[in-house]
């Protein structure tokens, strides 16, 4: 289940070689997606796209190894909305989340 967050700033490590921090830009209609994966992700990249429309626009994120060793892809701009995520491997739908203006959903996709 989706979990809402109502902070601004997500800060990775400096140990994968990816970000060295990240700052989100929400507010008004614009929120975020952080989306927890296993560690076989990383590197690879994520997407979503809007659910209402199956030939929309999809917009990715690549998987990074964050703080205390968990491995997520972070969308730092989504407009507010319901959106599919996908599968890396395959395309196919791996998750739904309803994005709100100014907040940061989190969905979990980990095996265990």
Same mark, same amino acid.
């Given at each position: 289940?989706?979990?809402?967050?109502?902070?601004?700033?997500?800060r990775? *490590? %400096? #140990?994968?070689?990816?970000?060295?921090?990240?700052?989100? $830009?929400?507010?008004?209609?614009?929120?975020?997606?952080?989306?927890?994966?296993?560690?076989?992700?990383?590197? !690879?990249?994520?997407?979503?796209?809007?659910?209402?429309?199956?030939?929309?626009? !999809?917009? %990715?994120?690549?998987?990074?190894?964050?703080? *205390?060793?968990?491995?997520?892809?972070?969308?730092?701009?989504?407009?507010?909305?319901?959106? $599919?995520?996908? %599968?890396?491997?395959?395309?196919? %739908?791996w998750?739904?989340? #309803?994005?709100?203006?100014?907040?940061?959903?989190?969905?979990?996709?980990?095996? *265990?």
């Amino acid at each position: 289940m989706p979990r809402t967050l109502g902070a601004t700033t997500a800060r990775p *490590s %400096h #140990g994968s070689g990816g970000l060295d921090g990240l700052l989100l $830009d929400i507010g008004g209609e614009v929120g975020a997606l952080i989306v927890y994966v296993d560690p076989a992700l990383a590197g !690879r990249e994520i997407e979503v796209r809007p659910a209402d429309a199956a030939e929309a626009r !999809r917009t %990715h994120t690549v998987v990074h190894e964050h703080r *205390s060793g968990v491995f997520a892809a972070v969308f730092v701009e989504l407009v507010r909305g319901r959106y $599919d995520l996908l %599968h890396p491997d395959d395309d196919r %739908h791996w998750g739904d989340v #309803g994005i709100d203006g100014g907040r940061i959903a989190e969905l979990d996709r980990r095996a *265990s």
